[in-house]
């Protein structure tokens, strides 16, 4: 699951960057950046730096997402606040705590770029009309799948955390 969770990592990445760059190409070099909530804009940027944000954005918050997950194994097991920590403290327990909250992280990483490619097209396709505009109702109905996935992230840890072997 660890294979499968780092290659679709690795191939979210690549899309994004891949359809940012081509989407560069498509972009005045004045773009507007920032819409308010009925969709006008209030904020612009230049191209490359719009093209920079995306991609850093896109790949910045889930790899710091990850990283946290993953350092959480050099900490000392006491400062793993998860239900049943007794049981997931310990020393044959602590790796697979580790190593489930670093796999999930992978898949929180995928989900998240998936939405900043389609938040990123969003944006371009609202600075394609002149005056630019950005569909606020497109916005929303984008982010509901991020944050119904984020909650479900959350209930699958928790579960996960809640359940142990009492063997």
């Not at 918050?61 to 997931?88: Q, S």
Request: net charge positive.
């Amino acid at each position: 699951m660890k294979h499968l969770a780092t290659i679709s990592l690795i191939i979210c990445a690549a899309l994004l960057v891949g359809i940012t760059i081509l989407d560069h190409q498509q972009l005045p070099e004045k773009i507007a950046s920032h819409f308010n909530g009925s969709g006008t804009p209030n904020g612009w940027m230049s191209r490359s730096s719009f093209t920079l944000s995306m991609v850093a954005i896109g790949l910045g918050i889930p790899f710091f997402a990850i990283a946290i997950m993953y350092l959480i194994r050099f900490f000392p097991a006491k400062f793993l606040n998860i239900p049943h920590p007794a049981y997931w403290r310990d020393p044959k327990n602590y790796r697979k705590a580790c190593d489930f909250l670093f796999m999930s992280s992978l898949w929180f990483g995928c989900s998240f770029i998936i939405w900043q490619i389609f938040f990123s097209r969003l944006i371009v396709g609202a600075n394609r009309i002149s005056p630019p505009h950005l569909d606020s109702g497109k916005v929303i109905l984008l982010t509901i799948p991020l944050l119904v996935f984020t909650f479900a992230w959350i209930v699958v840890l928790l579960m996960r955390f809640f359940k142990i072997d009492n063997k």
